[in-house]
C-alpha cells in the first residue's frame, strides 16, 4: 500500500517560517514528478511547487522566490521549505506523486495534476498577521 505522509505544519506569525516534509512509502514506482499543492478555505487547490526527476523545479508566482521544494532519494522524502510566510500563505498543504507520463509534463502538472497520482492526507498551516 502506498502512502505519502505530510508533516511540518502548523501556526505562525507572518514572516515565520516552516518546513514540510513527505515521506513516500510502499510499493511505488520511482515517481517522474513530485509535488506539493494547497487549498485555503473556500478556494480551489492550487499547485505551489514541483520536482522532475532530473531535479527541474517549478514554482507558483506568488510563491517563487520564497519556498523552495526539493527531494531526497535516499529516504524517499519531499520537501518544502516556506520561509517569509505570509497570511495568503495559510492553508491545507498536500503532497503528490505522479508516476506514470514522463517528467517534462511536471511544470504542467502543477497547473492540471493527472487523476492517477498519489496523495497525502494534507498537513495545515496557518499563518497570522
Known amino acids: 500500500q502506498v502512502q505519502l505522509v505530510e508533516s511540518g505544519g502548523g501556526s505562525v506569525q507572518a514572516g515565520g517560517s516552516l518546513r514540510l516534509s513527505c515521506v513516500v512509502s510502499?510499493?511505488?514506482?520511482?515517481?517522474?514528478?513530485m509535488g506539493w499543492f494547497r487549498q485555503a478555505p473556500e478556494k480551489e487547490r492550487e499547485g505551489v511547487a514541483t520536482?522532475?526527476?532530473?531535479?527541474?523545479?517549478n514554482y507558483a508566482d506568488s510563491v517563487k522566490g520564497r519556498f523552495t521544494i526539493s527531494r531526497d532519494y535516499a529516504t524517499n522524502t519531499l520537501y518544502l521549505q516556506m520561509p517569509s510566510l505570509k497570511v495568503e500563505d495559510t492553508g491545507m498543504y498536500y503532497c503528490?506523486?505522479?508516476?506514470?507520463?514522463?517528467?517534462?509534463?511536471?511544470?504542467?502538472?502543477?497547473?492540471?495534476?493527472?487523476?492517477?497520482?498519489?496523495w497525502g492526507q494534507g498537513t495545515q498551516v496557518t499563518v497570522s498577521s
Open positions: 503528490a506523486a505522479f508516476t506514470t507520463g514522463s517528467h517534462t509534463y511536471c511544470a504542467q502538472w502543477m497547473y492540471d495534476p493527472p487523476g492517477n497520482g498519489y
Open positions: 510502499g510499493r511505488i514506482s520511482p515517481a517522474s514528478c
Open positions: 520536482i522532475a526527476s532530473n531535479g527541474r523545479t
